[in-house]
């Protein structure tokens, strides 16, 4: 069983600052990975995709993937209260799941 | 807005019964994946639809089953239900392949 590995929380980061969201995976072959955003009672909103090592930056948003160590991040610059939420990390497992993190839960404090 | 829709919203049913839970992908989306999230952890691959064909199934049991239309639309079928159903349903549309999946608002299932 491919794994995901994230740490539950809760991070509690001040408003303005960046929060870093850290994901490890045990299937050094997985190619592409994802990060959903789930705010209580919804379902996952996608964030951000990356399949290439290094960063990928949209808007506030940046992800982070480095292949040899197994590990991809999020940062969020300027974070904001409506940025609390749980988010997600998920890996591509062949052709057809999704394989998901068990989800950090962020809090960005006023 | 994702254009993926899911109903009912919510369910209550009883240990025993059975439940069918609807989703409608996103135009243009012939793939339908269908995830189990409970209280607090990561939603968890159920099984996916791809031509009206199961196309790669989670760690669920046969109780658990699907079918594709072909509109692409999709139902979840669960059998004598349990206690440990008890879940939010979301159901992903996307591209084949290993492609950016989009999820529906979910139904929400309790079992008494």
């Known amino acids: 069983q491919k794994e995901v590995e994230q740490n539950s929380g809760p991070l509690s980061v001040p408003e303005g600052a960046i929060a870093s969201l850290n994901c490890t995976y045990s299937d050094r072959g997985s190619q592409s990975f994802f990060w959903y955003r789930q705010y209580s009672g919804k379902s996952p909103e996608l964030i951000m995709f990356i399949y290439s090592n290094g960063d990928k930056e949209d808007g506030r948003f940046t992800a982070q993937l480095n292949k040899a160590s197994q590990y991809v991040s999020l940062l969020i610059r300027d974070s904001q209260p409506s940025d609390s939420a749980t988010y997600l990390c998920a890996v591509n497992e062949g052709a057809q799941k999704l394989v998901f993190g068990q989800g950090t839960r962020l809090t960005i404090n006023p | 807005e994702t254009g993926v829709t899911q109903s009912p919203t919510h369910l209550i049913k009883t240990r025993g019964q059975q439940v069918t839970l609807r989703c409608s992908s996103q135009?243009?989306?012939?793939?339908v994946s269908w995830y189990q999230q409970a209280l607090g952890q990561g939603p968890q691959f159920i099984f996916q639809?791809?031509?009206?064909?199961?196309?790669g199934r989670g760690n669920f049991p046969p109780r658990f089953s699907g079918l594709q239309f072909p509109n692409y639309s999709s139902e979840l079928n669960v059998n004598a239900l349990e206690l440990d159903d008890s879940a939010l349903y979301l159901c992903?549309?996307?591209?084949?392949?290993?492609?950016?999946?989009?999820f529906g608002p979910g139904t929400r299932l309790t079992v008494l």
């Open positions: 639809y791809y031509r009206e064909e199961e196309n």
């Open positions: 135009s243009g989306h012939n793939t």
């Open positions: 992903a549309s996307s591209l084949p392949g290993p492609d950016t999946q989009y």
